[in-house]
Every structure is written in structure tokens, then in C-alpha cells.
């Protein structure tokens, strides 16, 4: 199980983030996360999810189902395609996507971004460092990521930011 706990600066407690894959066949699973604010001291996020990956085409797609703790109930289609860059697959491009519908099939929400990772290996012994940058396309605001080891630190140009601590 991943677990990490993460706290962004429009947020007003810590929460605690877990997510489990359970193998279906070779390359397909079904995978939960949840989130526990732990200022209220339940869950505010639920989601499980059937994921596909394509390892000869550099995708995957996932088909699944969240609830929302002010939300409610959402279905939800995501999926993701990576270009490798270099040679070495220590730079990447990826466009990734996202579709929500609310369970009544009223309400839409989308996500849309580009993004170039550079993968840098043992800069130190034992420290791994991802650079990321990316642009929200649906809602054009430009974003810059950098995680060492377990922490990650996620900015935009518009002031919000989140840190990441994986257990």
C-alpha cells in the first residue's frame, strides 16, 4: 500500500492518502485510494478504479467511480500517454487527461495537461531527484514540481502549492 501525507496552503489540516493496486491479469488493475482529513477525522475522498496499462504504447486508461465528501458520487475517465524524450527514458512528455460526471450526468468537470519530467538518479547516494513542469491546458496555468526521495513540493503561478510526504 502507498500512503503519504499531504497538505497544500488552500488547505486547512493534514491528510492522510492511501492507494492499493490489486492485480486483475498482467496489465490491469483495480486500484483504491482514499483520504482521511485528519482535522475532521474521516474520509473526504473515495475512489476505486479499473486501470489498463499498454506497455508497448507508453499508456495507460482507467474507468471508475469517487465519492466526494461535499461532492458526492462522480464517475470518472482518465488516462495518460508518455513520449520518451532521451534515449535513457530520463526525460519524458506526457499528456495526460481527466473526465468527471456527476452521478445524475448533469454536471461535467475535465482536466487536460502537458508536461516534461526529467528523471535524475542518484544525485547523492541514495537521493533521487524529478523535476517536473507542466501546463494545465483547460485552465492554462503553468505548474513546476520537484520531489527528492519521499517529499514533493507542487507550485503554479497562481499561488497554490501542496507538499507531499510518502511513508
Known sequence: METSLRYAG???SLVIHAKEKFPLNTFTHLQGHAELDTKIGAPTYLCAMIR???PDQFASLGVGVQYYRRQKLWYTVRGKK???VTANNSVNFHIKGKYDVDEKLLERK?????EFTWDIMDVKKDQDVRLKVGYEVI???????????NWTLTVNNIGKWKVKYSL
Request: no cysteine; proline share 8%; hydrophobic share 30%.
Open 10 to 12: 488552500d488547505s486547512k
Open 52 to 54: 489498463q496499462y499498454f
Open 82 to 84: 508518455e513520449f520518451p
Open 110 to 114: 475535465s482536466r487536460v495537461a502537458a
Open 139 to 149: 485552465e492554462k496555468v503553468p505548474y513546476f514540481q520537484f520531489s527528492e526521495n
